[in-house]
């Protein structure tokens, strides 16, 4: 009757680091393998491969983005170029310093947006915004300049409130699609009419005639001071004027018609509009589609009317919103991330939040630097942090409840990073990797965001001979797994995959060419693989794993010291063929990526079908011995492996 010498199971991951028969060795940790994945409940399918995505573009750009349910590509052709893309709300955010690059979602131009003129600034880093209207998106530079001149002003009969006092007004120009205010003109830098004073028993008003738009700028926001408060402020808002009114328009005897107006919001009455070339005072307003103008021609619906001049007044009560003055326009940025829908820009080492509401504005007053001064290479959204991969270490942007004070940054870790792929966050975890003298190590926050140090000791072998500048970490959720991949550079990018419900690392996994970029995108690891000169996207696992060749290998076990007889193998799942390595005293351990080194080969049932298939052999005197398993097909399950045999010195 013949013995169970050894149980080989798969659930206790891969760990290629572990000795030839020693201490460390285990039944249920994998030794050596390619292209398997480690299941739950403790068995091994063959992995899919990757599946090419584009269809109408030859290559694309070095990186990928996620922009919800799509994938976003800047085109260029620098690996570590400074770039990045994000979706705000329906906007696109976006900057690279490679300049006048073309953006693209889901490889296209056209489908499922159009994307006409989004391009790159022709300035290095210029943060660019790209509004969608229906399906077509159109580009500008972001951020609004403090305007030149809040128009020409003027004190006027015709008031109703009985305004009294010295006043002043302010205004700043705004861009409606994304709630973006500029600076404001104020009276110090435009003498000359922004203060006035005026008597009630004149019945006054103020009249502005708007000046020219700057580019980007859709609508005006006009501040005044309270009454006798002009030559102080503060400044609060009066009215907000659009540009061109919302909606068209037709007049017929002076009778104002509109389809899809907001008259009461946008105009007042003595406000000039522009139609058509011809000028009219607005006289009375009674609803939203319909008033009436003092004199002038008729106009043939549908037009579009510009507003050309505005009346002012107010009383105290009135005024509501206080003007802000800390709009400024985005710095030249290495870097964009949104964390809670905020975009955060970073530029060599100064982290540098937009305003909440005003997500084109960057305050240079809430602007921080790092804690280090390195350089910021990439930031990361946590788990109610914020991670900064820099050039000295890993630092950390924690929140406060203060609104002048919103942020601080504080360093934890003193590994330093060289590109942006070098990290990926998974469940609050970062996962990073970073090089060493000794190839690279991959290394995770723990709870307080110190470094894990041990977390890939298991696999630090395989890493012994990587080079950081080549390897990209990705996210796959579908295999809830975390992907460490290493480009060799010739050939082959290897990925090692960390089973995030395991907690364990599975068998490595094997793509042609260099990937350069990894993205989460609708749930799916998206890849940018590189062959040539040539960037590409593909789905990760989105193949359909045909002729896929695997095999793993389990680790060597002795009993106990004595020599032994292997006599039978249980094999459990399905596979094509199996393989017994020998070690013996005094020689070379064979290496078991090599099948030619195996002392015997026997044939499984095959990949269509999972059961126990028992295989019959003689070897003898193996001291320690290694079982691998191979197939070639999408159907292959490893499972269990049971190696029977005799103990010698024990008669059966």
Not at 399 to 420: C, E, K, M, Y
Not at 428 to 440: D, E, H, Q
Not at 472 to 488: E, I, K, Q, R
Not at 496 to 507: E, F, K, N
Request: proline letters at 5%.
């Amino acid at each position: 009757m013949y013995q169970p010498l050894v149980v080989y199971s798969v659930s206790g991951g891969y760990r290629p680091s572990q000795s030839y028969g020693g201490p460390d060795a285990a039944p249920n940790v994998l030794f050596r393998g390619l292209n398997y994945w480690l299941r739950p409940y403790g068995r091994l399918v063959p992995v899919r491969g990757v599946s090419l995505r584009q269809t109408g573009l030859s290559t694309t750009g070095p990186r990928i983005f996620p922009l919800n349910t799509n994938r976003g590509v800047i085109g260029g052709t620098v690996v570590n170029a400074k770039s990045s893309l994000v979706r705000y709300n329906q906007a696109l955010f976006y900057l690279s310093q490679e300049t006048g690059q073309q953006v693209y979602i889901n490889e296209s131009t056209t489908t499922p947006f159009t994307l006409t003129g989004v391009t790159t600034s022709t300035t290095a880093g210029r943060l660019r915004v790209a509004l969608l209207s229906g399906t077509a998106y159109a580009a500008h530079n972001a951020g609004l300049p403090t305007p030149a001149s809040i128009g020409t002003v003027s004190i006027e009969a015709g008031g109703t409130k009985g305004m009294d006092g010295i006043v002043s007004l302010i205004a700043s120009a705004k861009r409606i699609a994304t709630e973006t205010i500029s600076n404001p003109a104020t009276v110090a830098a435009n003498s000359g009419g922004q203060t006035q004073t005026l008597s009630s028993s004149g019945n006054n008003r103020i009249r502005v005639v708007l000046p020219a738009a700057i580019s980007g700028q859709d609508a005006w926001m006009y501040g005044g001071t309270y009454w006798g408060q002009g030559n102080f402020g503060p400044w609060r808002l009066i009215r907000e004027v659009r540009v061109t009114i919302e909606g068209t328009i037709g007049i017929a005897t002076q009778v104002l018609t509109g389809t899809g107006t907001r008259f009461t919001r946008d105009l007042h009455v003595g406000d000039v509009i522009t139609v058509n070339g011809a000028d009219y005072t607005i006289a009375t307003i009674t609803s939203d589609t319909s008033a009436t103008v003092v004199s002038g021609a008729d106009q043939a619906a549908p037009k579009t009317a510009t507003v050309k001049e505005i009346v002012l007044e107010w009383r105290n009560g009135e005024l509501t919103d206080l003007f802000e003055f800390d709009n400024d326009e985005p710095p030249i940025l290495d870097g964009l991330m949104l964390f809670n829908n905020v975009p955060f820009g970073w530029r060599d080492n100064v982290l540098y939040p937009s305003k909440i509401g005003n997500p084109e504005s960057f305050p240079r007053i809430l602007a921080r630097s790092t804690q280090s001064g390195a350089n910021i290479v990439h930031a990361l959204a946590g788990d109610a942090r914020i991670f900064l991969l820099t050039t000295n270490g890993l630092e950390v942007v924690t929140f406060t409840q203060n609104p002048a004070d919103p942020f601080l940054i504080r360093q934890v870790w003193s590994f330093g990073f060289s590109g942006p792929a070098q990290a990926v966050v998974a469940e609050g975890t970062l996962f990073a990797a970073v090089g060493t003298s000794t190839g690279v190590k991959i290394v995770r926050t723990r709870v307080d965001d110190s470094p894990d140090l041990e977390f890939a000791a298991p696999v630090e072998s395989d890493m012994a001979t990587w080079d950081v500048s080549r390897v990209v970490m990705g996210l796959d959720p579908s295999n809830g797994a975390v992907l460490a991949m290493h480009y060799d550079g010739s050939t082959y990018t290897t990925i090692i995959p960390y089973m995030l419900q395991q907690g364990v690392w599975g068998l490595p996994i094997q793509v042609t060419g260099q990937v350069v970029s990894a993205a989460t995108v609708n749930n799916t690891c998206e890849l940018i693989i590189k062959s040539g000169a040539e960037f590409k996207v593909y789905q990760w696992e989105g193949g359909t794993g045909a002729g896929t060749v695997s095999f793993v290998a389990f680790p060597f076990l002795d009993k106990d010291g004595p020599r032994q007889t292997i006599k039978a193998i249980k094999f459990t799942g399905a596979a094509d063929n199996l393989y017994i390595f020998k070690g013996e005293p005094g020689l070379a351990i064979p290496d078991v990526t090599d099948i030619s080194k195996a002392v015997v080969s026997l044939p499984l049932a095959g990949c269509d079908v999972q059961h126990q298939n028992v295989v019959f052999t003689n070897i003898p005197n193996a001291q320690s011995f290694s079982v691998r398993v191979d197939s070639a097909g999408n159907s292959a399950v490893v499972t269990e492996v049971v190696v029977n045999g005799i103990v010698n010195g024990i008669q059966r």
